[in-house]
């Protein structure tokens, strides 16, 4: 049982544009709702992360926006570039002992 | 800091072999933690640890042993190599604490055969 859902699978957006990617999750005992970006051939590495006390997080052109009423959280991607291009991946944990992933977004920038 | 740091890189198994992936990391991280990443499936925690001499299992742990005798290494062992373990193997490491910022390796791509 995929204890997060993400989606879309994969999203094309031009240069400029918003990329929006979502997540759904269950358990509501988890505090910690990390994305990850992973480029080809490398490990993932954090990109923005938010506890449930604030609906909103942003660095720079990432926001994460989280509804805690209907257990979901998104990414959004403003001014989106050709270098975002990668995989993202949403996941959440309670204790910071086990995380869980979302199956990933292959996100593709057209210039 | 080199980070966290991964050997091979690439490995290939025959079906019944064994083989140890190795994960050290120089950050003084308690946490650490191995990942198996396979299309469609995301990144699925096989097995962690939360400090020298304390391992547990994750959400996949059938067909690997882990043990962590220092704070620095964390090897990741397969006693008997299956065609279903084919994939790309992650180790990660976080500080102990309420910061839950996790770095990961480069990965190590397993085929077995």
């Known amino acids: 049982q995929q204890q997060v859902k993400q989606s879309p699978q994969s999203l094309i957006v031009q240069k400029g544009g918003i990329s929006i990617i979502n997540c759904a999750y269950e358990?509501?005992?988890?505090?910690?709702f990390p994305w990850y970006q992973q480029f080809p051939g490398k490990g993932p590495a954090l990109l923005i992360a938010?506890?449930?006390?604030?609906s909103e997080k942003k660095e720079g052109r990432f926001t994460i926006s989280f509804n805690k009423s209907a257990k979901q959280f998104s990414l959004h991607i403003m001014d989106s570039q050709p270098g975002d291009s990668a995989t993202y991946f949403c996941?959440?944990?309670?204790?910071?002992?086990?995380?869980?992933f979302g199956t990933g977004t292959s996100l593709t920038v057209i210039p | 800091n080199a980070g966290v740091t991964q050997t091979p890189k690439f490995q290939v198994l025959k079906t019944g072999q064994s083989m140890t992936l190795q994960c050290a990391q120089d950050?003084?991280?308690?946490?650490m933690s191995w990942y198996r990443q396979d299309p469609g499936m995301g990144l699925r925690l096989i097995h962690y640890?939360?400090?020298?001499?304390?391992?547990d299992q994750g959400e996949v742990p059938n067909g690997y042993n882990v043990s962590r005798s220092t704070t620095e290494d964390f090897p990741l062992r397969l006693l008997s190599a299956a065609p279903s373990q084919t994939s790309v193997y992650f180790c990660?490491?976080?500080?102990?604490?309420?910061?839950?910022?996790?770095?990961f390796g480069p990965g190590t791509r397993l085929t077995v055969t």
């Open positions: 990660a490491s976080r500080m102990a604490g309420g910061n839950y910022e996790q770095y």
């Open positions: 358990n509501t005992a988890f505090d910690y």
């Open positions: 938010i506890r449930p006390d604030v």
């Open positions: 996941a959440a944990t309670d204790t910071g002992n086990q995380f869980y």
């Open positions: 950050m003084n991280h308690e946490y």
């Open positions: 640890s939360v400090g020298a001499g304390i391992t």
